[in-house]
Nanobody
């Protein structure tokens, strides 16, 4: 099974930065996407940023200009650079990986981001 492992969460003050990482245990397709989602207490999970294997990106409106999603050189790692963090960014952040050969997207275990 494909496994996703996230890291990089933590607690920061408003205006600070964090960088999240997500490592996929194996890439079974060269055409895939990876994304970051978040879920705040009492709220539904929402998409934050998505990147395709071709480098195309899509961002949630409220994070545009502050967050950057990217792929590592080995392509099995996705990063989310988060700058100018705001208290409303506080949530558990999840990484997801998907391609046409998977019956459903793969999810990581989540990493907590707290902005005070």
């Amino acid at each position: 099974d494909v496994q996703l492992v996230e890291s990089g969460g933590g607690s920061v003050q408003a205006g600070g930065s964090l960088r999240l990482s997500c490592v996929v245990s194996e890439l079974t397709s060269s055409d895939y996407c990876m994304g970051w989602f978040r879920q705040a207490p009492g709220k539904e999970r929402e998409g934050v940023a998505v990147i395709g294997s071709d480098g195309s990106t899509v961002y949630k409106g409220s994070v545009k200009g502050r967050f950057t999603i990217s792929l590592g050189r080995a392509k099995n790692t996705a990063y989310l650079q988060m700058n100018n963090l705001k208290p409303e960014d506080t949530a558990v952040y999840y990484c997801a990986h998907d391609h046409s050969g998977l019956s459903k997207p793969c999810w990581g275990q989540g990493t907590q981001v707290t902005v005070s």
